[in-house]
Structure formats: C-alpha cells, structure tokens
C-alpha cells in the first residue's frame, strides 16, 4: 500500500508546484476569495519562475560552499594534526547552533550591507555547522578494527580516508547536508527582508499590502519546494545507507 | 621537511598551542585593525573608524595594547588550561571596560548626536579571545552543571557594567534609552511566546508521544506528519497561519473578542506550537524506547499498575531524551520568535526588522543582541537539567 501512495503523493505534491510556479493563473478562481478592494489575486511584481529559480541557486550555491568547507575542517580536525582544534570546533559548533539563523541574517547586513551578500553569507556560515557537526560524528563512529584492517592492506592514510572513511561516513554527513539545506531555504526566505531576491519577497509583497493571496501563494510554494527537497534528500540518504551497511559487512 | 630540521623544530613546536596560535593571529588582525571603534555623525549615516590609539586615552591605549599583548603571548604558548581560562575572561573583560571608554574620549560632551559602536577591530579581539575562553572550558572538560557559575557570573558581570552606565555612551544602550518602556514590553512578549508555545506542546506533546510509544500506528503516522510541518521554513509557516484565523475571525465574532486574528500573537503561539511538537512527540518516543524491556517486566512483577509504571518507572528514566527535545524546542523556539515580528507578533524581532527597515544598525543589535542572550542562557540551563536529570537516573 505505502509504496503506491508514496511516490503518488509525491508526483501530486510536485504537479501542484510546478502549477502553482508555472500556472499562477489557473488558481485565480480559489485565491481571489483572499483578495479585498479588488487587489491584483496573483504576484504581479516579477515572474515566479524566476524568483524560484533565484531561490534555488542561492540556496545550492551557498550549501555547496558549506558543505565544502564543513568536510574539509570535519576532516581536519578528526586527523592527527588538527586533533588539537577537535574540542573546541565541537563547543563552537554547539554555541553556532544557538544563534538564530535571523540574528547571523541581521548581523550580516551592517558588515556588508543589503541584498545577496549578508544572506549568502549567513546561509553558509549557519549551514555548515550541521554538516560540520555531522562529518565529525561519522568520522569518529567509523569502527577503530575497520580502519586498522585498511591499514593493515597497505592503503595509505588519503587511501583509508576516501575509500573506506568517508564512504562509511557519508550516510550520516548527508543528513547533516539536509538538515543545512531545510535551514538554508528558511533563511534565504528571510533574506527576503534584507532585500535579497527569493521566493520570500512574494510573502512580504502580501504582508505590506495586507494581501493574503499573495502570501499564501509565496508561503505554499516555498513550503511545497522545503518538503519535496527535504524528502527528496531522505530517499537519497535511505539508498547511500543501505549501500555501506552492505560495504560495512563486506570490510568488518 | 628534513628530518634534522624536524628534531631541530621540535622543542619550539612543542612549547606552542596550535589552537592559540590561531587565537594570537585573529587578536593581532584585530589590534592592528584600523577600526577598533566607529564613530558616527548621527544614527543614520555611515561612520568613520578609529584605531584603538585614536578611540582611547593613550594611557588607556597603552595600558590596553600591552595586556592584550601578554595575552595574546599566554595563548600562543602551551600554558595550563586554567590559567588560559583566566587569561580569555580576563581579556574580555578588558576589551569591555576600554570600549566603554570611548564615547567619553572621543565626543565632545555637548554632543548628543554624535554614535559611538565597536567595530571590526574590537570584534575581532572579542572573538579571538572567546574563542580562548571556549577551548580552555573544552579542555578543563567542564561538565554543563559546572558552566552554571560560568553563565551567572557572565551575567553578573554584564549587569555590573550596565549598572554602572559604563557603556551608557555606546550607540546601543542610546538606542536602548530611547526604546527603554519598549524594550522590556517586548523582551517579555518574546520569552512569554517562547515558553508560551513551549508549554503547549509538551502539555499536547508528551501524551502523544506516550500514545505513539504504545500504538505503532499511531507514531507511522504522527512522526511523518510532523517531519513535514517541521520542514516548512517558517516564514511560510506564519504567512499560512494568517489565513485560517483571518477566516475564523471574521466569521466568529467570539474568536475576534478573545483577540484571535490573523495577525498578531495568536497566529504565532500556532505556528511555534507546530515546530515544537516535533521534538517533544520524537523524543519521547525515543526515550521511552530506550527504557530496557526488564526494568519494565521488574515493576511489572513488583505489582505496580499501568499508571505507576508509567509515571514512576518509564518516564523518569526517560527524562534526560524529553529534556533533550525540550532544549532543543526552545533555543529553536527563541529564535524562530524573531520572525514573528514580521506577522505583528511582537517580540525582539520587532527591532531587527525596524532596524533593517531603517538601515539603523544600533536598532538591529538592540534585537539582535538580546536573541542571542536568551537562546544561549536558555541552553546552558537545559543542559545543566538535562545532566542533573542523567546522574538522577543512575
């Protein structure tokens, strides 16, 4: 049963998006109700399309630079030479985490400025602590015996990190990469309010002009585009999971 | 490298922390940093910055540059992780006391206009040295209970200084006094919808979470469900909410005379209710989960009842993972109360978006700032429970 209604809620759930981003206009006669004062039902002010798109890079972009950076200092600080920086990287990591994502957003804007900058910024540096957090984790949970028996068949150190600690690890470093990108479509709709371009600007153009078609429209479609990606990365992670677990039975 | 050069370096690597040599290079950027404070005309327009020679007394500046030196000094070279903790606080008390200093030093005192804030100098000096003081609290491994006179004397400290109307000329605390009624009538909005939504969801939450643990069902559906709603970012979230209380609102006038609308605090209680169900529902399920199938059997066999099991057994054993959750709920709730600013829901979030709004960078802060405050002062009391709560159970 849940394996048809799975991938049929999914299709269903992305038709709507794509109809609701490409179609705007077949929902005029269910969102005009939410309009006042004859208010325009549908986002006038630029093209959905674009503004998805914009949203999407900005958030691929900077998760991508995240991530980057968060595996190369995860897998510093899990080696001999940067073992000494392990410590304090777990108790920043801990602190970075508190911040709220809107604070490092506010506290971007009087160091570079307004628009893409400060959100950009704010997206990788918030970001990369789960993906950080995570690579650490899955470095160290790989087991001591299976790092030893690598050694033991003559691979060098850079050997044993990418084909045996790495792949063992990466299951748990791709759910820090989801949780990083969840966060990151969150905060690239608040940066929004920082005049970056995204799909949040469809939300605040509703809430100025108190038109509660327009936020609905922007708020559906980003929370459609959040749970699909979020699911999306899920399957993905289940499949790279499943995969080591037969590696880890091949190699223990 | 050659080998000989390699014994030959080794005494002098050896007597150095990597960690501090990383602290000394962001504390020297940040001393040698042209801008150690910013001087504006008035709150709106773009300052000019000052070194920390021109922003202090020189007494001030040279007392200050040769104690950072020494500090700096201490971090770089490997020393006893107690004497770096003192020489980190130490630090930053310092860099607190000079920067109060300014305002006196570089405003004349008839003018009111004139805004004085830290700047990438003085941040980059306060980040190096806290970053010592962190490395120093991971090495000392101190436990979250022992971080508890740690945060109180932090606050103490802060209180101290702000009592003192030592920092009373920085652009902050005058931005501060023209907001003051506003402030604290905010600040309690934020905690009240913070603990607000909180509460809810663990009144709500943990029952559920109970059911889920029971009935298999139940939690295939519930868990996914809320991983979904917990997915939605949250200014979509809010936005969402607006639209069924507008409705209810405006066909209930009974909805509408208990304040419930489409904007403001209702719309926001909800919306936090929602993100924090998550965490309270999945982690009681896991602890509970986690309670080993032969302690149950044993009340079991002492002829304890459903009720008392569940109460004296289960649920204190499973308390350090629902106080987990509820950590995370809360430093989550704290910050997400920020954006409800944006739906009329109050809180400090009001003066960010001001701020952003005004490009007044002071009035951001003043947002800022406290957020931060809170959601750290929130975590460490967590984790300090959550510990108490651990060394209970064994």
Redesign the interface.
């Known amino acids: 049963m849940s394996r048809i209604i799975g991938p049929l809620a999914r299709l269903a759930t992305l038709a709507l998006l794509l109809a609701l981003i490409l179609k705007p206009d077949w929902f005029v006669p269910v969102l005009k109700p939410?309009t006042e004062n004859g208010a325009p039902v549908i986002y006038n002010q630029g093209s959905l399309l674009s503004l998805t798109l914009y949203h999407l890079g900005l958030v691929a972009i900077a998760s991508l630079i995240g991530t980057a950076l968060a595996l190369v200092m995860g897998v510093f600080v899990t080696r001999k030479v940067g073992a000494?920086?392990l410590?304090?990287s777990?108790?920043?990591v801990?602190?970075g985490?508190?911040?709220?994502?809107?604070?490092v957003l506010?506290?971007a804007?009087?160091?570079v400025g307004?628009g893409l900058k400060p959100t950009l910024i704010a997206l990788v540096l918030y970001g990369l602590l789960p993906i950080f957090e995570n690579t650490i984790t899955g470095l160290k949970e790989v087991p001591a015996n299976v790092v030893e028996a690598a050694r033991g068949m003559g691979l060098n150190p850079t050997q044993q990190l990418f084909r045996v600690e790495l792949p063992l690890a990466l299951p748990v470093i791709l759910a820090g990469i989801r949780l990083s990108v969840?966060i990151n479509?969150?905060t690239a709709?608040?940066g929004s309010?920082?005049a970056a371009k995204g799909l949040?600007e469809v939300?605040?153009a509703?809430?100025l002009t108190s038109n509660?078609s327009f936020?609905?429209q922007?708020?559906?479609i980003?929370?459609l585009l959040?749970?699909l990606i979020?699911d999306a990365l899920s399957i993905l992670e289940r499949r790279v999971a499943r995969r080591t677990g037969r590696l880890a039975e091949v190699a223990g | 490298m050659t080998e000989a050069s390699e014994t030959a370096a080794q005494p002098l690597t050896a007597r150095l922390d990597r960690v501090g040599i990383v602290v000394a290079v962001i504390a020297i950027v940040g001393m040698d940093w042209q801008s150690f404070a910013t001087l504006k005309p008035n709150r709106l327009i773009s300052g000019q910055g000052l070194s920390l020679a021109q922003s202090l007394p020189t007494l001030w500046a040279a007392i200050g540059i040769a104690l950072l030196s020494i500090a700096t000094i201490v971090a770089v070279l490997r020393t006893g992780a107690l004497l770096r903790l003192a020489v980190g606080i130490g630090s930053l008390l310092l860099l607190a006391v000079l920067i109060g200093i300014v305002p006196a030093t570089v405003v004349p005192p008839d003018n009111s206009y004139a805004r004085v804030s830290p700047a990438a100098g003085f941040w980059l000096m306060a980040f190096a040295f806290a970053v010592l003081t962190t490395d120093a609290i991971a090495k000392l491994q101190l436990g979250p209970l022992a971080r508890l006179p740690m945060l109180a004397g932090a606050a103490i400290a802060v209180a101290l200084i702000l009592g003192s109307g030592h920092w009373d000329g920085l652009s902050i605390l005058k931005e501060y006094a023209t907001n003051a009624q506003k402030f604290w009538r905010e600040g309690a909005k934020h905690i009240e919808l913070a603990l607000g939504s909180l509460a809810a969801a663990v009144v709500i939450g943990l029952p559920l979470g109970i059911a889920c643990h029971r009935n298999a069902t139940l939690r295939g559906i519930t868990l996914p469900v809320l991983n979904v709603i917990q997915t939605v970012p949250s200014m979509a979230m809010y936005g969402l909410m607006i639209v069924p209380l507008g409705l209810l609102a405006a066909w209930s006038p009974l909805a509408a005379s208990l304040g419930i609308r489409g904007i403001g605090t209702a719309p926001a209680l909800i919306a936090l209710f929602l993100y924090s169900l998550l965490p309270v529902v999945a982690n009681t399920v896991a602890g509970l989960g986690e309670v080993r199938r032969s302690v149950v059997e044993a009340a079991e066999g002492m002829g304890m009842t459903k009720f008392q099991r569940l109460f004296q057994v289960e649920l204190p054993l499973a308390l350090p993972v629902i106080l987990t959750g509820i950590r995370i709920v809360l430093v989550q709730n704290i910050g997400l109360v920020t954006i409800a600013a944006l739906i009329g829901g109050g809180g400090f979030g009001t003066f960010v978006f001001q701020g952003i709004g005004q490009a007044a960078t002071d009035l951001v802060l003043l947002g800022a700032v406290p957020t931060i405050a809170l959601a750290f002062t929130a975590a460490i009391l967590l984790d300090a429970a959550i510990e108490l709560s651990e060394r209970r159970r064994l």
């Open positions: 939410f000494e920086f410590p304090l777990r108790s920043l801990n602190i985490q508190t911040f709220p994502p809107v604070a506010a506290l804007v009087p160091v307004f969840v479509m969150g709709t608040i309010t920082v949040g939300i605040i509703g809430l509660t936020i609905l922007g708020g559906i980003v929370a959040a749970v979020y």
